[in-house]
């Protein structure tokens, strides 16, 4: 009975490191290896990922249809993890490599990023030729797919994105439908594409720069009375987290004083853009903010912002805001 044990074991963590060592997530395993001809998988993710956490007699129909696909002998998968880790190469057939299928979620997230662009365009072109309104109800996913090519179950997980995204409601029962939001249409695909490279911070902040300087300008020139009183509340928030040292409060009403100025700019395409880019801004702020002499400089800097506003002197708030931005480049090391 130990000896049957230990080789379960055994199965189940060379399992998970062959998984690993083809870089294949646990939903792209089960695509891979254990769905039949027709693309239907055999196991649930939640199954799968309990057999590679605790085990159960469901291990042996992963490693019989592993060692089937690969064309390995299934016996290899009893042994001691560190021997199975050291063999593997030798193990895999014609000296197959984990590049063989490390693409196969990159080429799934370049699919859906395309498919969510045509989606995106698809929406955005019937907003223009006004054959669709903001409310409106879309296509069914059997037509949308008809129409795009593709299959329902890709656009129904496109879908999902736009509306968690916020650009169009998914109701139950009802169907799907344009969002009030409609404009947010001519934005997402950039944005989208955006945040599937979260590695090009660097160059998310640069455009975030610009658009910021350019929001200032535009806000300070036109700025009604009313969205002053609203700007001069979101100020107040921000100076009183910096008298009480409470830095959530103060990355909080940071943040909505710049989403402030984006929206009172009168510029929708700016306001949509930096407030897509906001929750990557607030990561990235949430981590350099680290002593009180940035907490201070931070501070000082948005005074001189929210004072040139007041004073509807456009070059000022573009100046100072550029200013800001690129001191907040070095202090979140991105210089």
């Given at each position: 009975m130990e000896e049957i044990t230990f080789s379960a074991l055994n199965k189940q963590r060379n399992i998970r490191f062959l998984r690993r060592y083809l870089n294949l997530t646990q939903k792209d395993f089960i695509n891979q290896f254990l769905s039949d001809e027709n693309g239907k998988p055999s196991m649930s993710v939640a199954t799968f990922s309990n057999l590679e956490s605790k085990g159960g007699a469901r291990i042996n129909e992963v490693v019989l249809a592993a060692a089937e696909n690969l064309g390995m002998d299934a016996m290899a998968f009893s042994m001691e993890p560190e021997q199975f880790a050291n063999k593997l190469e030798m193990l895999l057939p014609n000296q197959m490599e984990a590049d063989s299928f490390s693409g196969i979620g990159n080429t799934k997230k370049s699919n859906i990023n395309q498919l969510l662009n045509r989606l995106t365009l698809y929406f955005a072109e019937r907003l223009l030729d006004k054959t669709l309104q903001k409310g409106d109800k879309v296509e069914s996913e059997r037509v949308l797919a008809e129409k795009l090519g593709v299959g329902r179950?890709?656009?129904?997980?496109?879908?999902k994105v736009l509306d968690i995204l916020g650009m169009i409601d998914i109701r139950p029962g009802q169907g799907t439908f344009i969002s009030n939001d409609e404009a947010d249409f001519f934005i997402i695909p950039l944005s989208w594409s955006l945040f599937l490279n979260g590695n090009q911070v660097e160059s998310i902040l640069e455009i975030r720069n610009i658009l910021e300087r350019k929001a200032a300008e535009l806000t300070a020139e036109s700025i009604s009375e009313e969205h002053l009183q609203r700007l001069?509340?979101?100020?107040?928030?921000?100076?009183?987290?910096?008298?009480?040292?409470?830095?959530?409060?103060?990355?909080?009403?940071?943040?909505?004083?710049?989403i402030c100025l984006a929206e009172y700019s009168g510029n929708q395409a700016i306001y949509s853009m930096i407030r897509v880019i906001s929750n990557l801004m607030k990561h990235v702020s949430g981590t350099g903010m680290a002593d009180e002499a940035q907490l201070k400089a931070i501070y000082e800097e948005h005074q001189l912002i929210y004072s040139a506003v007041l004073a509807h002197d456009a070059a000022a708030a573009g100046k100072y805001m550029e200013e800001h931005?690129?001191?907040?480049?070095?202090?979140?090391?991105y210089r």
């Open positions: 179950s890709a656009v129904r997980e496109a879908l001069e509340d979101v100020y107040h928030g921000l100076h009183k987290a910096y008298i009480s040292r409470n830095h959530k409060e103060f990355l909080d009403a940071d943040i909505q004083f710049h931005l690129s001191r907040s480049m070095l202090r979140y090391n």
